[in-house]
């Protein structure tokens, strides 16, 4: 491709000359695009078990790169002709995850399921596209068997309720 460059020659505080030059840019041939991570889960809500518990994030960063014939890559993931397309099958997936310009991937906090992004960047039409795999999950089932902690009799009896610790939240 080509840029112009544009130069201005100034000597205290004088202009002496300027101008503009085109310049012919040679980058190294494209040979593929990546994106990580293939698949992600991300909980339902920072509030959700998932969450607060297992420790999953409401939300992931996608890492979008061209990589060069030389070994060389560029970072595509803010750049405004990377591509994010949301799908699922059944025209859902906006209703569980958002992308923004930057590949920043959020839960909408109103349902689990599973949710596509297709990923290009449009500088590149032949290098294809990616497939980005959303898992929004919300924790269910979990239990907590908690003894006395004393020596108990037969029968032990079992506390099934979760509640924080004291001064935590």
Do not use: C
């Not at 310049?23 to 909980?43: C, F, G, Q, R, T």
């Amino acid at each position: 491709g080509t840029a112009t460059i544009k130069a201005e020659w100034i000597v205290s505080g004088s202009k002496l000359g300027a101008g503009t030059h085109p310049v012919k840019v040679d980058l190294p041939v494209p040979s593929s695009l990546n994106v990580l991570p293939p698949e992600m889960s991300i909980a339902l809500s920072d509030v959700d078990p998932a969450a607060t518990i297992k420790g999953l994030s409401s939300s992931g960063q996608l890492s979008v790169a061209v990589l060069y014939e030389d070994g060389t890559s560029i970072a595509f993931a803010s750049n405004p002709k990377t591509k994010y397309v949301l799908s699922d099958g059944n025209g859902n997936a906006t209703n569980l995850i958002t992308v923004d310009a930057n590949g920043l991937v959020k839960s909408t906090g109103t349902g689990t399921g599973t949710a596509k992004i297709n990923v290009s960047v449009e500088a590149y039409p032949g290098l294809g596209s990616a497939d980005v795999v959303v898992n929004v999950v919300r924790a269910t089932g979990l239990t907590a068997e908690v003894y006395e902690s004393y020596t108990p009799t037969v029968p032990r009896v079992v506390e099934n309720r979760l509640s924080y610790i004291e001064a935590t939240t």
